[in-house]
């Protein structure tokens, strides 16, 4: 009896490790990207998931993103209407790539 009690203690202990880890896996950024190809655009991001960005000067602000198996999800409101959009997604030192084009924290 004692032994199976204590293998499912175990089997608890090791399930909420895993979850715990699997909460931290989630990328989170912070901190202005910028990319000054074609047009002028930055990005900034927030721990608490949200991002404000800005291209040519037309700026958005309250959207959210989720980083997920070398995707960035990016959501935000345009007139009123919801928008999502997927980027490949990689980090490299200072620099983030989305769809392949380098954005550099400032």
Not at 43 to 52: A, E, L, S
Not at 78 to 89: A, F, P
């Amino acid at each position: 009896m004692k032994k199976i009690w204590v293998k499912r203690v175990i089997v608890a202990m090791l399930s909420v490790m895993m979850l715990l880890s699997l909460t931290g896996c989630a990328a989170k950024l912070n901190g202005t990207y910028t990319n000054h190809g074609l047009v002028d655009s930055s990005i900034t991001f927030y721990k608490d998931g949200t991002v404000d960005f800005s291209i040519s000067g037309l700026s958005a602000t309250g959207g959210h993103y989720e980083i997920k198996d070398g995707t960035m999800t990016i959501t935000y409101n345009v007139l009123g209407l919801e928008t999502s959009k997927d980027y490949q997604y990689s980090k490299k030192g200072n620099s983030i790539f989305l769809n392949g084009e380098e954005f550099v924290k400032e």
